[in-house]
């Protein structure tokens, strides 16, 4: 049944794409855009209510960074998010991320009741994924991006819950943090936020120009505005000057930092070998992922000289389970593959296969800011004492 509805989505996402022909995807194309308008209507409508007070917005206590999209995934946010948190970390803040745990699994209300009858604990309480120290969820509890962000961050609490304007009081009270950062926070407008970082897709800014349902876009692109910070992901190089251009249009004063992923190494999943950029050159392989860009992960491996003979690509947060992966691993060692590829944060997901066929390694990335390191600096300092020195801009993180 779950496979079935992947299918689904996946032939809606093809359709609004247009990556699908004909006459029934020409009609579901028009139903779409209808509803987008509609759905244009209410996203302003909504804006207004908190511009205009009768949606309040409300201040934890301590500053607030909301790093967020215009666009349904791809931008590579959660390195961004990963980055910025590492650095704040390092220059002496306490440092909370915020996230609503996409496609996370909560405790049943059983288990919940229990809690509170037997430990005296909110059983509504926001789930903690890290108190900085100890990991406490797995993926499917935590939802896989914030349990890659609490496996990677050392002294860095992660809260998940729908509700993040209570989880921020939550983290204030519960951990003293004294900076929080909003994780998909653009249109989570209950929580107030002294930055506003909109990362935009260089290759791929605003989808195919619609909103959802026919779009990608969550919002319109003079939505903008809001912005005090533009990162433009994903870049070649620095050269972007008709994309920044545009973006002038929307929004006049923002800082706007260019950067791109660097793929840095990979790392077997069972052992934790790591294998250099250079180890990887002529390596015959198979890639699978459940991402929302899929493509940008192939081609990393692709312009690393890995010679791709096998590729399987499932839903964006697609939760593999044992016989996808085993079916799959069979499927390179027959073709006699030196390996088996995938993203971080699909290995999360990963069920623990003791000994596979073929080793297993996830792609590790980095995120490099290619222009704008001053704006960069000065957005840390805002919340770093001036004697912490923070170097450039440099993330481990994944493809998304």
């Not at 409300?58 to 910025?84: D, H, Q």
């Not at 900085?132 to 496996?151: R, V």
């Not at 793929?263 to 934790?272: F, Q, W």
């Amino acid at each position: 049944m779950r496979r079935l509805l992947e299918k689904l989505e996946q032939f809606a996402i093809d359709v609004i794409l247009e990556r699908r022909s004909g006459k029934r995807a020409g009609i579901l194309r028009a139903i779409l855009r209808i509803l987008s308008l509609f759905y244009a209507l209410l996203v302003q409508f909504r804006l207004w209510l908190f511009e205009n007070s009768y949606l309040r917005s409300f201040a934890p206590g301590c500053p607030v960074i909301s790093v967020g999209n215009l666009t349904v995934g791809g931008t590579g946010k959660t390195p961004v998010v990963e980055m910025i948190a590492r650095q704040l970390a390092q220059g002496g803040r306490k440092v909370a991320i915020l996230s609503r745990g996409y496609k996370s699994v909560p405790r049943p209300l059983f288990g919940r009741i229990i809690d509170k009858l037997v430990k005296n604990k909110d059983p509504f309480a926001p789930r903690v994924v890290s108190d900085g120290q100890t990991l406490l969820l797995d993926s499917k509890t935590a939802g896989d991006e914030p349990f890659m962000l609490a496996n990677n961050l050392k002294g860095v609490v992660v809260i998940v819950d729908r509700a993040r304007a209570k989880a921020s009081s939550f983290a204030t009270k519960h951990f003293g943090v004294d900076v929080i950062i909003l994780d998909d926070g653009l249109q989570y407008l209950r929580l107030k936020r002294k930055i506003n970082l909109v990362l935009v897709d260089s290759q791929a800014p605003f989808g195919n120009g619609y909103l959802l349902p026919r779009g990608m876009l969550r919002e319109p692109p003079a939505n903008l505005a809001r912005a005090t910070h533009v990162l433009l992901t994903k870049c070649q190089e620095p050269n972007n000057h008709h994309l920044i251009s545009l973006i002038r249009r929307f929004n006049p004063t923002a800082e706007i930092i260019e950067c791109a992923h660097r793929p840095r190494e990979a790392r077997n999943i069972l052992t934790g070998e790591r294998l250099s950029l250079e180890a990887l050159q002529g390596m015959r392989a198979g890639a699978i992922s459940g991402i929302a860009v899929p493509e940008s992960f192939e081609s990393a491996l692709n312009n690393l000289g890995v010679e791709l003979i096998l590729t399987e690509q499932y839903a964006d947060h697609h939760r593999f389970n044992r016989d996808e992966i085993e079916s799959f691993v069979r499927k390179c060692s027959r073709k006699k593959l030196d390996g088996v590829f995938t993203t971080e944060k699909d290995a999360v997901r990963f069920p623990r296969i003791l000994d596979p066929l073929v080793p297993i390694f996830c792609l590790r990335v980095e995120i490099e800011i290619l222009t704008g390191h001053e704006a960069w600096q000065s957005l840390l300092n805002l919340f770093l004492n001036k004697r912490h020195f923070i170097a450039p801009a440099v993330n481990y993180g994944e493809f998304e």
